[in-house]
């Protein structure tokens, strides 16, 4: 019955394909010019709906994303082999946003009269567009397996210039204010980054940034660098920026354990929290027993020595397991590592934690104080900011041998198949044991920086939802490579930063992020070579092992 | 019109194809075999059969109907029954559960009768009936799988590799349940390492190799052929 | 040795509950191996479905016998449902992804729904109190005191926990899902739908889930998003230690551990506070000393 249904309807879409090259050009034409004409006509009756929609030739608010997103009708001219889809993810999202913006307007106004003639015009053009997209055949040439190599400097800026675009739509997404038009926003963003990637730019940048690795690390660096320069002595962004270096840090060293070595650990962030007990207790705040007052180098060593013992006791006896045990057990240590820091109170403060942890000194150098670096004043967080970004350097640094090195080859035979890496000789729990440990100490090791930047630890702040936050930015970024697990850091702090308005959302963005992620783009946003090749070999297998059914699913 | 018709199938993993473009036919009543080396395809080829594996290109008619887009049990359904390679009985259920599953495609009537006749076959799995079914030796594990094979009522039998791993002794008698089966006219597509003895039983043979059909003939004629004595019969 | 009776029975309650949510644990990760990570939050859902019915629905002339049987329908229902939503939705298209991919799915599912049910559900961010529908009394048996609520929920899980053997190991279907278990590819040869068996699976996981989202309602009001998280994971633990994909062990592991948990909180000095860590050293000690658990069978390999 509905087998039959579903027959009629590929038939007629078959038909209307057949007529869709001559047809889809003028389709999209015509959307153009309505989509074009319907956002420079007002799309509210009443005045002070978000985005000034009330006033016409004045394209603002979510009807900027509906034209940032119309050039993509162009693309019915270019007989690329997925401009289909491409074009379809973009109409459809564009059509997303004006129906949404729509039934926003109309809920703001108290009725769709209130929706002006602009949105239906728009609106129609949407349709349109769409249509020229579902009418067009699947033809035309396949993209380029590989593409030209261009100067090292010019591949490397595009990837620079990529980052830095995706950080500025963060800076910009941060300002919207309006939640309509944030949703509007978002709808726009995922169809066009849907759109972008059928035509092949995130693979394209991967490639780039596999060619030219030494080169853009050494540019964003530069940039990273140069930021506080930029900040006009204001410690807002840098506060955030020293958030996202402690964050990198620590999701760098959990790609250790679950980029390269393929281990999933649910309760990361409890090491971390143990570097920070111990910055509290035995550094400059000199809370612990001995009220000792350790240097502070002493500190990130120590904090990172715990840290790393109790993960290889924790790991030691569970890593012999199948890896989804130990998903369960380091998600259990780390809601024991909760409760016992709330309950044995002598020390660690219970439930309300340690707080007015002093900034950091090292010598007579206060990182609390502003410093002037050539007539340039930068703010007291500058100093945070770049005590991250050494601390990030190394552990990039360590991350980076470790992966070309014989223990990140036996990583990834683990990871692949552990059955197989044993037979090839490979002991494999030392190796994971090892992957496990140097997580360990890494999340130690920036723990010990966040209770100073933080001033404050408390049992609240190393729960379950922290370490998939953490996971989260390792997973958006990309599994098994650096600058993915900062970018994803870096988006991860700096959205809910902002985002007061979505911060009771946040959770549940992250959790439809996971799902979304592991759908469709497994392999994040920055992957590493060897993740792509393994996800989608992965695809290939599935078309032909997989039961019809799932296969379509 | 054949029971079973091939068409230029073709099969890959990931990248790499292992079956390039095999035809073949299966008229109803006869024993075909599919011979060649490990790596020739011939499992593939069956897997395809039987919906494990989806064909890039090609067809599979089964009495004039495609099959190569269905979904594994529906082709059960329509009278193709699988015994696999390595035999893959269910080790934790009793030989009589294993049969009874052999007929889960099949509703209610007559089962009970069928398993009987399996047990009158195969004595062995019979006095065997209440034991978990990975206890077996692995020539009962065979019969197990070709009788669970049989519950189906099939219309086509495929057999994979029944002899591999077994005693002589086993093999002999597997092989004689296949002459038997033939004789009760049942279509058989058996795939064969023990060249001699399936194409003394064949009547039509298939010789693959890497993915392609090298030779044809009816059994008798590739018994005789000289390329395939030396490749496949370990003569000089 | 009276509080010690007090306490084994008090975890025979408790143990009851962790079993029946257990089984969903079990079952599931027998078929497709998948740590279904929201199978707690499924649980919820359930209770939350059971809730909603009695508190927006039903007459309160209703006699409270009969709008207990609804509102354990409609929980169950409930949790069937989004059982099969979330196989079909999140995880099928997985099926043959790297193992990683599924469980951090499943990490996502868990929190997007207990988010949803925070952030969506009238007033959601507050505990409910879950309706009292069974008569309240208590029995004392030398010394030991059980409510009736106690004994209903401990002869519900039972019948519930004897429907689902007899349906597994005696139905057809029961068979084909034993036989997906062992070895998918072998159980399509033999005519198994294996698609339709994994979505059956998910949903007679949800059937006792949301059941038992009725009972934590009734021994441990109100109800809250956050109680499928910790019932998930001690429900988890239980089906490890009875040995996971063996759906006796994840009884055996149920009870076991809500009779350690409850003698722990007792004898364990400062045992209320660390009440829910107790499960997790059960869990270590386990995979430590015994990873297949009680019953499990050693560890098959996969061909």
Same mark, same amino acid.
């Given at each position: ?553 | ?236 | ?122 007033? @959601? ?127 055996? @592991? ?38 297949? @658990? ?10």
């Amino acid at each position: 019955m509905t087998a039959a249904l579903l027959d009629r309807v590929a038939t007629s879409a078959e038909r209307l394909r057949s007529h869709g090259t001559r047809l889809s050009p003028s389709l999209a034409a015509a959307a153009f010019v309505l989509v074009v004409v319907g956002t420079n006509l007002p799309w509210a009756t009443f005045s002070g709906f978000p985005g000034l929609m009330s006033l016409a030739l004045y394209p603002a608010g979510s009807r900027i994303y509906v034209l940032a997103l119309a050039p993509a009708l162009a693309l019915v001219a270019v007989r690329f082999s997925r401009r289909r889809q491409a074009g379809l993810a973009a109409t459809l999202a564009l059509l997303a946003v004006v129906v949404q913006t729509i039934i926003a307007i109309a809920r703001d106004g108290g009725g769709l009269v209130n929706v002006s003639v602009g949105a239906w015009v728009t609106l129609l053009g949407a349709l349109l567009g769409v249509a020229a997209f579902v009418a067009l055949p699947d033809d035309g040439a396949p993209l380029p397996r590989s593409w030209p190599v261009l100067p090292a400097l010019v591949e490397a800026l595009a990837v620079v210039f990529a980052v830095a675009a995706s950080l500025a739509l963060l800076v910009y997404a941060l300002d919207v204010e309006a939640p309509s038009q944030f949703v509007g926003f978002l709808l726009a963003l995922g169809g066009g980054l849907v759109a972008l990637n059928r035509l092949g730019l995130f693979e394209w940048l991967g490639a780039l940034y596999a060619r030219r690795q030494a080169l853009t690390l050494v540019l964003m660096a530069a940039a990273a660098v140069t930021f506080p320069f930029t900040q006009g002595g204001s410690s807002y962004w840098l506060r955030v920026a020293a958030n996202v270096g402690v964050f990198a840090a620590a999701a760098i060293g959990l790609n250790v354990v679950v980029g390269l070595a393929g281990l999933l650990d649910l309760g990361y962030i409890a090491f971390f929290g143990v570097g920070a007990y111990v910055a509290a207790l035995y550094g400059n705040a000199g809370l612990g027993p001995s009220r000792g007052h350790l240097p502070f180098l002493a500190v990130i060593v120590l904090g990172a020595l715990v840290s790393g013992l109790v993960g290889v006791l924790i790991g030691a006896p569970t890593l012999r397991l199948r890896g989804d045990y130990l998903a369960i057990v380091t998600l259990g240590f780390g809601e024991i590592f909760h409760t016992l820091v709330n309950t044995y109170d002598a020390y660690t403060g219970g439930p309300n934690g340690l707080s007015n942890i002093p900034d950091l000194r090292q010598g007579s150098f206060d990182f609390g104080l502003p410093h002037t670096v050539f007539g340039v004043e930068l703010a007291g967080f500058a100093n945070y900011y770049y005590l991250e970004l050494v601390l990030v350097a190394l552990v990039m640094f360590v991350f980076a041998r470790l992966n070309a090195s014989r223990i990140g080859r036996a990583w990834v035979a683990i990871r692949e198949d552990e059955l197989a890496a044993s037979a090839m000789g490979i002991n494999t729990v030392s190796y994971k044991l090892l992957a496990f440990g140097i997580g360990a100490t890494l999340a130690g090791a920036s723990g010990t920086v966040q209770a100073h930047v933080a001033t404050q630890v408390s049992p609240d702040s190393f729960v379950f939802l922290q370490s998939v936050f953490l996971l989260a930015a390792v997973v958006l970024g990309g599994m098994g490579t650096v600058p993915g697990a900062v970018v994803g850091a870096a988006i991860l702090i700096a959205v809910p930063e902002k985002l007061r308005a979505f911060s009771d959302y946040r959770l549940l963005l992250f959790g439809l992020l996971l799902v979304i992620l592991m759908r469709f783009r497994p392999e994040g946003m920055i992957p590493s070579r060897r993740r792509q090749r393994e996800f989608h070999d992965a695809d290939g297998a599935d078309a032909l092992s997989a039961p019809p059914g799932s296969a379509v699913a | 019109m054949s029971l079973l018709e091939v068409r230029d199938l073709r099969v890959a993993y990931g990248a790499i194809e292992a079956i390039k473009g095999i035809s073949l036919d299966v008229e109803e009543g006869q024993v075909v075999t599919l011979i060649g080396t490990n790596g020739a395809g011939k499992t593939t080829t069956l897997r395809t059969l039987s919906g494990l594996l989806r064909p890039v290109a090609g067809q599979v008619l089964f009495d004039g109907a495609r099959l190569d887009k269905l979904k594994a049990h529906e082709i059960v359904a329509r009278g193709v029954a699988h015994a696999p390679e390595g035999r893959r009985i269910f080790p934790l259920m009793t030989v009589e559960e294993n049969l009874e599953l052999g007929a889960y495609s099949r509703k209610g009537e007559a089962i009970a009768q069928d398993v009987a006749e399996v047990f009158e076959r195969f004595p062995r799995l019979h006095e065997r009936r209440a034991q978990k079914a990975g206890t077996l030796s692995g020539g009962e594990q065979q019969m197990l799988a070709i009788g669970r094979a049989l519950m189906s009522r099939p219309r086509l039998l495929m057999l994979d590799e029944p002899s591999m791993g077994l005693s002589p002794i086993m093999i002999q008698l597997i092989f004689d349940t296949v002459a038997e089966l033939k004789a009760a006219g049942t279509t058989i597509l058996l795939v064969e390492q023990n060249a001699s003895a399936a194409l003394a039983l064949a009547d039509t043979g298939y010789v693959l190799e890497t993915g392609r059909v090298v030779l044809t003939g009816t059994g008798p004629d590739l018994l005789t052929d000289e390329n395939v004595r030396k490749a496949y019969l370990g003569e000089d | 040795m009276q509080q010690f009776f007090q306490q084994l029975s008090d975890g025979l309650v408790l143990g009851a509950l962790y079993a029946l949510i257990a089984l969903g644990y079990t079952m599931v990760y027998g078929i497709v191996q998948l740590i279904n990570f929201a199978h707690g939050e499924i649980f919820m859902v359930g209770a939350f479905g059971g809730y909603t019915l009695y508190h927006y629905v039903l007459p309160s002339s209703l006699p409270s016998g009969i709008a207990l049987l609804l509102v354990l329908l409609v929980a169950m229902l409930t949790s069937a449902l989004l059982a099969a939503f979330v196989e079909r939705v999140a995880y099928r298209p997985l099926r043959n992804a790297p193992r990683l991919a599924p469980l951090i799915t499943a990490i996502g599912v868990s929190i997007a729904l207990q988010e949803s049910i925070r952030l969506f559900y009238p007033n @959601g961010s507050v505990g409910k109190p879950f309706p009292q529908l069974f008569p309240r009394g208590t029995v004392d048996l030398g010394g030991v005191t059980l409510t009736y609520v106690d004994l209903f929920v401990i002869s519900l899980a039972l019948v519930l926990m004897l429907t689902l053997r007899t349906f597994v190991f005696r139905s057809a279907t029961g068979r084909a899902m034993r036989a997906t278990a062992q070895d998918p590819d072998t159980a399509r040869l033999m005519g198994v739908d294996t698609d339709r068996i994994i979505v059956i699976t998910f949903v007679l996981g949800g059937l006792l889930a949301g059941a038992a989202g009725v009972l934590q309602g009734m021994i441990a009001s109100p109800i809250d998003f956050k109680i499928g998280f910790i019932a998930g994971l001690k429900a988890f633990t239980a089906a490890v230690l009875g040995g996971i994909g063996n759906i006796t062990g994840a009884v055996l @592991g149920g009870f076991t551990l809500g009779i350690v948990e409850a003698l722990a909180t007792q004898y364990v000095p400062n045992g209320s506070a660390l009440k829910d860590s107790f499960a997790f050293v059960v869990l270590v000690l386990v995979l430590v000393f015994r990873p297949t @658990g009680l019953l499990g069978e050693s560890v098959r390999s996969r061909a």
